[in-house]
């Protein structure tokens, strides 16, 4: 015997079974999208960042971007970022290398974790690698282009 | 002669101001509440801290949580960060006073920047006070509280 209730609750696993898929499967894509436009948009940075390019570097910004850079007070707006990136190229931080650790996205809103490598070139010496690891709060904009809008990152342990 | 047109205009003008209107004010309500939930968490946080109370600390964020403390590698997982802040306690930093300078807003998740004052009492030492600034990202749980879900701070200039 098949009873009512049954029927019912079967009836809704059906109308909800594909909702809860094409819900999960519209969020997993939003969050791709986000992670391919963030790792783009942190190519485009190594590239701009190794020419000590401030205003690609700046453009990348959103205009009341906030940076947070260790032993400094914040840097508030796009400009003044761009500045602090070419005078850190011009002291002797020659590259940075990114990775994407975990990406999550709200809206038009994503929050990256990463790690990221610097290639340091002090006067007479070998170049030597640092690393870092960093939260940046992204911004999507209206073309769809995202933007870093709080840039902030610390040391990792020295290696041994 | 009022024109057809004018008419229009006027009508649009009528039926799209008052919604312009809640627009705003429900992001900025929206943004007040989240700032008022994090406000309140954080004084939660400094009591729970100066009470090296690592449970309370640890219920405090999310379970996939990520904390980014200076020199030091990505700690993951509410439990483990909890332990973090009870060793940081044990060692001597007695208490954090947390002070938010700016929070917006993204559905459930809200990006704070902050400044946090730390006081360290070292053995047989007066005991001294250090500055630092962080980013947080919080997420609004289902019952209406805060959760932090990644943290990340770093150290301003010394002061002369």
Not at 58 to 70: E, F
């Amino acid at each position: 015997m098949v009873s009512t209730r049954t029927v019912v609750l079967f009836a809704l696993v059906i109308a909800i079974a594909p909702m809860a898929y094409t819900g999960s499967k519209g969020e997993d894509q939003g969050v791709r999208e986000a992670r391919a436009g963030i790792e783009a948009a942190n190519a485009k940075f190594s590239e701009a960042y190794a020419r000590g390019d401030a205003k690609a570097l700046s453009a990348m910004y959103t205009s009341d971007a906030i940076a947070l850079p260790p032993d400094s007070e914040m840097i508030r707006g796009n400009e003044a970022i761009g500045e602090f990136w070419k005078a850190t190229r011009d002291s002797g931080v020659q590259s940075v290398a990114l990775t994407t650790v975990d990406v999550e996205r709200s809206g038009d809103v994503a929050c990256e974790v990463g790690k990221v490598s610097l290639t340091i070139q002090s006067a007479g010496k070998e170049p030597t690698t640092a690393v870092a690891k960093y939260v940046v709060v992204w911004k999507r904009q209206t073309d769809g282009v995202w933007k870093l809008h709080r840039d902030i990152w610390n040391s990792v342990p020295a290696t041994k």
